[in-house]
């Protein structure tokens, strides 16, 4: 078991930055990879960015490219994810997730395995 908490978020101004911070304990030997995801009000929760806890391979939403990024500490078991030229649009809850029982790393929620809380972020235009 893998427990995740999430750490950063707040109220910003359109165009401004925010750092997201994820803390890993617990099994994290067994994690295979890490993703953000958010969830607007009434909406879905939707795939942000994800990375190989080995290795350097990531994936982004489209929407988020060139805006986030996402790097991890792995002696540190964390994970962040920085949040540049912030946009209404990127109001939600964020969330964290694991990855440990198989090989996967991507973009659907329901094949990773351990979440986080959630933080709130708030862009405000």
């Known amino acids: 078991q893998v427990q995740l908490v999430e750490s950063g978020g707040g109220l910003v101004q359109a165009g401004g930055s925010l750092r997201l911070s994820c803390v890993a304990s617990g099994r994290t030997f067994s994690i295979y990879s890490m993703g953000w995801f958010r969830q607007a009000p009434g909406k879905e929760r939707e795939f942000v960015t994800a990375l190989k806890w080995s290795g350097s391979s990531t994936l982004y939403a489209d929407s988020v490219k060139g805006r986030f990024t996402i790097s991890r500490d792995s002696a540190k078991n964390m994970v962040y994810l920085q949040m540049n030229s912030l946009a209404p649009e990127d109001t939600g809850v964020y969330y964290c997730?694991?990855?440990?029982?198989?090989?996967?790393?991507?973009?659907?929620?329901?094949?990773?395995?351990?979440w986080g809380q959630g933080t709130q972020v708030t862009v405000s235009s």
């Open positions: 997730a694991a990855r440990t029982r198989s090989v996967y790393w991507g973009t659907e929620p329901d094949k990773y395995d351990s």
